[in-house]
């Protein structure tokens, strides 16, 4: 168990909700979050930010945050600037790290720039982009540069497809993404304070690990154990912790990546403020490494202790 001392902490907002695509996941988050601070005997308040949300923490008088928001606005560098300038000590990542953890494209860039591997890519702007797309090879997957929760991805298997499904990525962000399709096995590395928890291993009868399989199904499957040998394992826990440290990230978040045809690992984004449902991974990695959820929690909240001198 944790030797945290609730106390410590002071009064801490709980900003979930907001107006991102992904508000009903960080509702949910934001809910078992605040349940298990509360267990814990941290007090804790929740608020769903609005246009006014630094003078309701301003009056307040709050000691911290704990940032339960998904996407935009919330995981993109946004309130993490927005409460550095009141001063305000937060969860996560700082203002860079989560900025460029937030875009897929920005981050590749950097990965590679730092020969962290990544799978291959077309950036669309345009539909005159999209031949440079094709070129990758059918099948690709499209997705969204800026957004979480697998929203706007699909995986397309020809030209038609794909001009389709670059038109509907491009409703969520005008920079979208064709990625070269990987076979391979589909991993998650879990960050907490600098060390990677067990690696899990996903497994979905969907074409692939979407929305509705991340949140809703009860045919995903979640091997943790990974089954991977423990040498390998360690190798590529040590690749997502190097990955995550290079974008700026910090205290806590997670590297999803692919293994390719030949087993190699293609990494492909970096989620700053992961989701704490009940289908979430982070808690089932922590699970698997001994950290109950309500210890989770108080060891997310205590990366703004870390915060602190930042803010």
């Not at 308040?45 to 008088?61: S, T, Y």
């Not at 499957?221 to 991977?228: A, E």
């Not at 590529?236 to 045809?261: K, Y």
Request: charged share 20%.
């Amino acid at each position: 168990m944790t030797t945290l001392d609730p106390g410590q902490f002071g009064k801490v907002a709980l900003l979930l909700g907001g107006d991102a695509a992904e508000r009903e996941i960080s509702l949910k988050s934001g809910a078992a979050v605040g349940a298990a601070l509360r267990r814990a005997g941290v007090d804790v308040h929740d608020i769903d930010p609005g246009p006014d949300v630094l003078e309701v923490l301003r009056a307040g008088a709050f000691d911290r945050a704990f940032i339960i928001l998904h996407g935009r606005g919330g995981e993109d560098g946004q309130i993490q600037g927005a409460l550095a300038r009141i001063g305000l000590p937060y969860t996560g990542s700082g203002v860079l790290g989560s900025a460029i953890g937030m875009d897929k494209y920005r981050t590749k860039l950097l990965w590679a720039g730092a020969g962290i591997p990544t799978a291959e890519f077309a950036l669309l702007h345009a539909e005159a982009d999209l031949p440079a797309a094709a070129q990758l090879g059918f099948p690709l997957m499209i997705k969204p540069s800026q957004e979480g929760s697998s929203i706007g991805m699909a995986k397309v298997e020809d030209a038609a497809a794909l001009a389709t499904a670059w038109r509907a990525a491009a409703e969520y962000d005008r920079t979208v993404l064709a990625e070269r399709w990987l076979p391979g096995a589909e991993f998650t590395c879990a960050i907490l304070q600098g060390e990677a928890l067990p690696l899990i291993r996903l497994e979905t009868p969907n074409s692939f690990y979407d929305y509705e399989a991340k949140y809703f199904a009860n045919t995903t499957r979640y091997h943790c154990p990974c089954g991977l040998p423990a040498a390998q394992e360690a190798e590529l826990a040590a690749l997502c912790v190097r990955a995550f440290d290079a974008v700026g990230a910090s205290g806590w978040g997670r590297v999803d990546f692919m293994l390719d045809a030949d087993g190699a690992p293609k990494l492909l984004e970096v989620n700053t403020v992961p989701g704490m449902t009940d289908h979430s991974l982070v808690p089932m990695a922590a699970k698997a490494a001994g950290i109950d959820f309500d210890e989770l929690c108080l060891r997310v909240l205590a990366t703004s202790l870390a915060g602190e001198a930042r803010a």
